[in-house]
C-alpha cells in the first residue's frame, strides 16, 4: 500500500534518513521505534509529504506522492504535539478540517462521543489542556474512515481512560483492514497493538519484523523485552 | 473566495486581543484628531502621520507572530488533502482581510465622516493596501527563519527601515547631492518605500502639496497625473505582490 523507495534526507550536511527502503500493506500496525533524533518523525513526516526526500520516492498505492496530494484523503495524521489557532472552538476546528476535507465518506464521530468531546464543543483552543487537545488530534485523525493512519506519540499525555479508549480504537480499525503506524516510546504500551515492529537507528532501518517473530527469535514474550535484548546484543558485539 | 481556510482564520482573528486594542486604538485616535482639528486637511495630515507608523508596525509584527503561533496548524492542515499553496492564500486572505477590516472599522469609519469627498477614498485605499503590503512583508519575514525571535526581529528592523531610517537615507542623499537636479530621481526613490509612495499619493490629494517645495513640483508633475497615478498604484500593488509570491514559492519548497 505504501512503498518507499531508497529515500534519504539531509538537512544541510546532517543526513536524517539514509536511503530507507519501506513496504507496508493494508492490515499491518507498524511500531516505529527508535531513540531520539533517529529519524521517525522525518520517515512520518516525508510520507505526509511534510518533508521533501532529498532523493528516492515513496509510492501510495502504485502512484508517486511527489507533487501530488490528493492521495492524503486516504491518510489521518495525528501529530505529536497539537496546536490549534488559540480563539477557535473545539466545534471551529472540526467543521474546519471537515469543510477541508470536504468529503462524502460517512464520518466516524465515535472517538468525539467517547472522549466527552461532544459536550464542550465550544470551548476555545486556547483553555484546553494537553491532554484535551490530544483528544481533539485524534479525534480528527480518525474522523474520515482513512485507509492509513499515522499516529505520532498517540498516548502521550493522555489520561489511562483516554489512553485506552484511543488504543481500542486503534485496535478495531486495524482488525477492519486498515494500515497503522504508530511511534512510541512507551514499548509496554504498543505491545498488544502491533503486528510489526520497524527499528530505526541513525537514519537506517535497523529490523522490521513481525512482532511474533521477533519475539520468537529472542526468547522472549514481551515487546519491551525483546527490543532490549536486541540493543544487549548490540552493546556486546 | 471568502470559504474555507481563511474565514476560519478570520474567525480566529477578529477574536484576538492585540486585534482589537488595534482597532480601539485607531478609532480614539482618528476620532480625537477629527474633534480637535477644525481644518479636515490638517486632521488628515495628522491621521496620516499616525497611520503610517501604527498600520505597517501592527500589521507585520502581528503577521509574523501568528505565522509562528501556527507552526504545528500548518502542519496539520498539511497533512489534509490541500494544495500547500492554497494553504498560503488561505491564510495570507485571512490575516489580511481581517487587519484590514479593522483598519476600516476603527480609522474608515471617522474618516468617512469627517473628511469630504475622494480624499477620504484615498485614504482607505492607502490604508487598506498598506496594511496588504506589510502582511506580505510579514508573510516572508514568518518564512525566512526557523528561529521565532530571529523572524519577529527582521520584521520589526524591516518596519523601522520603512518607516524610518529610509527617510533619514533620503535626506542624507539630498544634502549630499544638492548641487545636482535629483529632483527626478528623488521620485524613483519614492517608489523603494511604500509607505513613502502612500504618503505622496496622500498629500497630493490636499492643497499642501507646496509645502514639498520643487521636489513637490515634480512629484506632482508625474503622480498627480493620471499615468503617473496608475504607476504608484501599480507600484504599491507590486509591494504586496512580490513578498507574497516569494514567501509562498519558500514555503511550497519548505520542509515543515
Keep these: 500500500m505504501i512503498e518507499i523507495r531508497q529515500v534519504s534526507k539531509h538537512f544541510g550536511r546532517f543526513e536524517v534518513l539514509k536511503s530507507v527502503s519501506l513496504t507496508c500493506e493494508a492490515g499491518q500496525c507498524i511500531a516505529l521505534i527508535g531513540p531520539n533524533g533517529c529519524g521517525k518523525t522525518t520517515l512520518i513526516k516525508s510520507i505526509l509529504g511534510m518533508v521533501l526526500p532529498s532523493s528516492g520516492s515513496i509510492y501510495f498505492q502504485g502512484k508517486d506522492i511527489a507533487r501530488d496530494f490528493m492521495y ?12 490549534y489557532p488559540d480563539n477557535m472552538t473545539i466545534g471551529q476546528v472540526i467543521d474546519m478540517i471537515k469543510d477541508i476535507r470536504s468529503s462524502d465518506d ?9 472522549f466527552g468531546l461532544d459536550e464542550i464543543l465550544d470551548k476555545r483552543m486556547r483553555t484546553l489542556s494537553g491532554g484535551t487537545t490530544q483528544k481533539v488530534s485524534a479525534s480528527l485523525a ?12 498517540p498516548t502521550a499525555g493522555l489520561d489511562p481512560l483516554a489512553a485506552e479508549i484511543l488504543k481500542d480504537k486503534i485496535i478495531a480499525e486495524n482488525k477492519r483492514g486498515k494500515l497503522i503506524f504508530i511511534t512510541s516510546h512507551l514499548l509496554s504500551e504498543l505491545d498488544d497493538l502491533v503486528t510489526h ?14 512482532t511474533a517473530l521477533l519475539k520468537e527469535q529472542t526468547g522472549t514474550n514481551s515487546l519491551a523485552r525483546a527490543i532490549t535484548h536486541v540493543l544487549k546484543q548490540d552493546h556486546v558485539q | ?87 498560503w492564500t488561505g491564510l495570507f486572505l485571512g490575516l489580511f482581510f481581517s487587519l484590514a477590516l479593522s483598519f476600516i472599522i476603527g480609522a474608515g469609519i471617522p474618516i468617512l465622516l469627517f473628511v469630504p469627498g475622494h480624499v477620504a477614498l484615498i485614504l482607505l485605499v492607502m490604508g487598506v493596501l498598506i496594511t496588504a503590503v506589510f502582511v506580505a512583508l510579514g508573510f516572508l519575514c514568518g ?33 549630499q547631492f544638492s548641487d545636482y537636479p535629483i529632483e527626478k530621481a528623488m521620485v524613483g526613490v519614492a517608489a523603494l518605500n511604500p509607505i513613502d509612495l502612500a504618503r505622496i499619493f496622500i498629500i497630493l490629494q490636499l492643497d499642501v502639496s507646496a509645502m514639498l517645495g520643487y521636489t513637490g513640483a515634480i512629484f506632482k508633475d508625474f503622480f498627480g497625473t493620471g499615468v503617473g497615478t496608475a504607476i504608484g498604484f501599480a ?22
Design chain 1, 72 to 83: 492524503r484523503h486516504h491518510i489521518g495524521y495525528m501529530p505529536q504535539k497539537g496546536r
Design chain 2, 235 to 256: 507600484l504599491l500593488c507590486l509591494w504586496v505582490i512580490l513578498p507574497y509570491l516569494l514567501s509562498r514559492r519558500m514555503f511550497i519548497r519548505k520542509d515543515l
Design chain 2, 1 to 87: 473566495m471568502f470559504n474555507k481556510i481563511q474565514r476560519f482564520i478570520v474567525l480566529d482573528i477578529l477574536k484576538n486581543r492585540v486585534v482589537l486594542a488595534y482597532t480601539l486604538l485607531l478609532a480614539v485616535l482618528s476620532w480625537s484628531v477629527f474633534s480637535l482639528e477644525d481644518d479636515s486637511n490638517k486632521g488628515v495630515l495628522t491621521l496620516l502621520n499616525i497611520v503610517l507608523l501604527t498600520t505597517p508596525l501592527v500589521s507585520i509584527i502581528f503577521t509574523t507572530i501568528y505565522l509562528y503561533n501556527s507552526a504545528e496548524f500548518i502542519e496539520l492542515l498539511l497533512s489534509q488533502p490541500i494544495r500547500r499553496s492554497k494553504i
Design chain 2, 143 to 175: 518564512i525566512m527563519s526557523r528561529d521565532k525571535a530571529r523572524g519577529i526581529g527582521i520584521s520589526i528592523l524591516l518596519w523601522l527601515f520603512f518607516a524610518l531610517l529610509f527617510d533619514g537615507l533620503v535626506l542624507f542623499l539630498l544634502f
Design chain 1, 197 to 210: 515492529v520497524v527499528m530505526m537507528q541513525e537514519g537506517e532501518i535497523r529490523f522490521n519484523m513481525p
Design chain 1, 142 to 153: 480518525f474522523l474520515f474512515n482513512p485507509q492509513v493512519l499515522i499516529l505520532d506519540e
Design chain 1, 106 to 114: 460517512t464520518l466516524d464521530e465515535q472517538l468525539i462521543t467517547d
